[in-house]
């Protein structure tokens, strides 16, 4: 049984899927995206906390379109929500290990594996900007193309 009425979590769910984050709402959604190990996946576990709110999706969309400006970006970007979607939520937490569950949080996969992660703590103390520019470096570093 979801926490929260879904009417309430609409506005929250379209700040990510507005730029660009795929909304997962199934385990077999999450596993039909992060068992294809290939390339690069931005996983973000959203919330309805404050943190969510104020800081986390507004420093997603501010990386992402950062990012679309100068051609760095995760082959996919993707969403669970915690405490509604608890399945997908579930699954998507199995890729994420060692870290414990957390919401919000953000995690690049590379080819299956976790490179980068920010779980609740690292989001709480920054604000979005800063959030966005971690983001943005994280990009770079785990997202960029190799050179032929």
């Known amino acids: 049984m979801p926490m929260y009425p879904e009417v309430m979590l609409v506005p929250m769910r379209e700040e990510l899927t507005r730029a660009g ?20 996946v931005m996983l973000v576990v959203n919330s309805v906390c404050g943190c969510a709110s104020g800081k986390m999706r507004p420093g997603v969309r501010l990386a992402l379109e950062h990012a679309k400006q100068n051609a760095t970006l995760p082959d996919k970007a993707v969403s669970v929500f915690a405490g509604q979607d608890r ?7 199995s890729y994420t290990a060692p870290f414990p569950p957390s ?3 953000i995690g690049i996969l590379r080819d299956g594996k976790l490179v980068y ?12 900007q800063e959030i966005a520019g971690l983001l943005v470096d994280a990009f770079k570093k785990y997202c960029a193309k190799a050179s032929v």
């Open 21 to 40: 984050v795929e909304e997962l709402r199934s385990a077999e959604e999450v596993a039909n995206v992060l068992d294809r190990n290939e390339g690069t």
């Open 87 to 93: 399945e997908a939520t579930e699954k998507a937490r």
């Open 103 to 105: 919401s919000p949080s």
């Open 117 to 128: 992660f920010m779980q609740r703590s690292d989001i709480e103390i920054r604000p979005a």
